[in-house]
């Protein structure tokens, strides 16, 4: 799960990090994502077999420009709904390591079926 939300977040063009990668040494981009994994928890479970998993990420975007932010969330936001995410709210304001850039988060939630569970689809 993790590589398709960076593949779909890639698709918009920005590069994608994992969030606290950035070293001091590093310049930030002008614009980017970076994304965490705040759990992945059982889902459901059936005769004490766990039939799937809730994968939890926030991702943030990053910009030198604010309102770029907020259009770039409501992208992301319609973007992950059309391939099965659950993406609640419209997203709220994140701090920012740098002057220069304003931050923007996010939560998605993707429930992912164990394999026994997608055969009897």
Not at 8 to 36: A, N
Not at 37 to 63: G, K, L, P, Q, R
Not at 71 to 88: G, M, Y
Request: hydrophobic share 35%.
């Amino acid at each position: 799960m993790k590589a398709e939300l960076y593949d779909l977040l890639g698709s918009l063009g920005y590069e994608v990090y994992e969030q606290g990668s950035f070293t001091d040494e590093k310049e930030y981009p002008d614009s980017f994502f970076t994304v965490w994994n705040d759990d992945t928890v059982a889902h459901s479970h059936y005769d004490n077999v766990e039939t799937a998993t809730t994968w939890e990420f926030t991702i943030y975007f990053y910009s030198t420009s604010p309102l770029l932010c907020v259009d770039v969330i409501n992208i992301v936001k319609t973007l992950l709904q059309k391939n099965r995410w659950i993406v609640p709210g419209k997203g709220r304001d994140a701090a920012s390591d740098a002057k220069s850039h304003s931050g923007r988060m996010i939560e998605a939630y993707f429930i992912e079926k164990n394999e026994e569970e997608k055969e009897d689809e």
